[in-house]
C-alpha cells in the first residue's frame, strides 16, 4: 500500500501544479491582459512569460500519466483489490485526463501559433479561442484532483 499511496500523493502533487499554472493564467495573466489600455502591446510579455512553457506542461502531463498508471498497476495488485467504484472514478479521471491534454495540444499547436501570426482584427477571437481552451483544461484538471478526493474512500 505504500507504494500505491506515493504513486497518489506525487500525482496529486503534479496535478496541483498544472491546475494552478492553468487558474493562474486564466485569473491573473490573461485577464490582466484584457484591462490593459493596449492589448496588443502585451502580446510581446504574454509571448515571453508563455516562452518554454509548453515543455514544461508536457513533463507534467507525462509525470501524471506516469505516475496514473503505476496507481492503477500498484492498487490493481494490492489486496484486497480496487472497488468497482474506485476502477469507475479511475476511468472517469483517465476521460478527464484525455480531455485535458486534447486541450493542450490543440492550445499549443493550434491557437498560439494562431495568437503567434493573427492580425490585430482577429487577436480578439483569438483570445476568447484561448481563454476557453484554458478553461477547458483548468476545469477538467480541477474535476481529476476531485476525483483524487471521492476515490480515497472508495
Not at 61 to 85: H, M, N, Q, W
Request: net charge positive; charged share 10%.
Amino acid at each position: 500500500m505504500a507504494l500505491t499511496n506515493t504513486f497518489a500523493v506525487f500525482q496529486t502533487v503534479v496535478l496541483a501544479a498544472w491546475f494552478g499554472a492553468m487558474v493562474y493564467s486564466i485569473v491573473v495573466v490573461q485577464q490582466f491582459q484584457l484591462r490593459v489600455a493596449d492589448p496588443e502591446s502585451y502580446e510581446d510579455v504574454g509571448q515571453l512569460m508563455a516562452s518554454g512553457s509548453r515543455r514544461r506542461i508536457l513533463r507534467l502531463a507525462f509525470l501524471i500519466g506516469v505516475s496514473g498508471t503505476g496507481l492503477a498497476i500498484s492498487r490493481a495488485t494490492a489486496d484486497p483489490g480496487p472497488s468497482d467504484t474506485w476502477v469507475v472514478l479511475m476511468c472517469v479521471k483517465l476521460a478527464l485526463y484525455v480531455v485535458a491534454c486534447s486541450a493542450f495540444a490543440y492550445q499549443s499547436w493550434w491557437v498560439w501559433p494562431r495568437r503567434i501570426f493573427a492580425l490585430p482584427a482577429e487577436m480578439p477571437a483569438v483570445r476568447r479561442t484561448f481563454l476557453i481552451t484554458s478553461l477547458v483544461m483548468a476545469t477538467a484538471l480541477g474535476l481529476m484532483l476531485a476525483v483524487d478526493v471521492i476515490a480515497a474512500t472508495a
